[in-house]
């Protein structure tokens, strides 16, 4: 590797102990800095990014009380809030369902924070309705028993913080 004596530097925070016997000082440690070699250390940060991103939403997805009809609804046509409000047994799964409007907005838009979801655009800006993004439909024709799997208490427990506090 050649002459590594450039790259030495002390440790921060690390002292220096005098030695009685040999009059001199010893150093505790070396930090030692590799030549840079034109490459990160992740061969594609993108694809690191993508994994959390893919994560991260099948998470929230099987931790959510939507069924595999919303998902498909919102594929092929883009639904409000209202829409599904009123049409509960078709999009609740399992026996949990929101207790009011306000509760369902919020897990939409939890949907479009993890980018699952996006709003629906016309011509004169956002509308009501959501529609269902790439990712959503990568993660649903990728894996088609993501939302039979039921979400591990500790997976719940995650999702909950991380909605709670997001990093």
């Known amino acids: 590797m050649g002459n590594t004596g450039l790259f030495e ?24 800095r590799l030549t ?19 994560n991260r939403a099948a998470r929230a997805m099987r931790c959510l009380p939507f069924t595999d009809a919303l998902y498909r609804d919102l594929q092929d046509q883009g639904l409000d809030a209202e829409t599904l409000w009123h049409d509960q047994p078709r999009y609740r799964r399992g026996k949990g369902w929101h207790h009011n409007s306000e509760n369902l907005e919020d897990d939409l838009r939890w949907l479009i924070r993890v980018g699952v979801l996006r709003r629906e655009v016309d011509g004169q800006g956002l509308t009501s309705r959501f529609r269902l993004t790439p990712l959503g439909r990568q ?3 990728g894996d088609p028993d993501l939302l039979q799997q039921r979400a591990a208490p500790l997976e719940r427990l995650r999702h909950a913080v991380r909605r709670r506090w997001p990093l």
């Open 139 to 141: 993660l649903l024709d």
């Open 9 to 32: 530097q002390p440790v921060s925070g690390l002292r220096r102990r005098s030695k009685q016997q040999q009059g001199g000082t010893q150093q505790l440690g070396m930090l030692l």
């Open 36 to 54: 840079p070699l034109g490459r990160s250390a992740i061969a594609d940060p993108i694809v690191l990014l993508s994994n959390r991103s893919r």
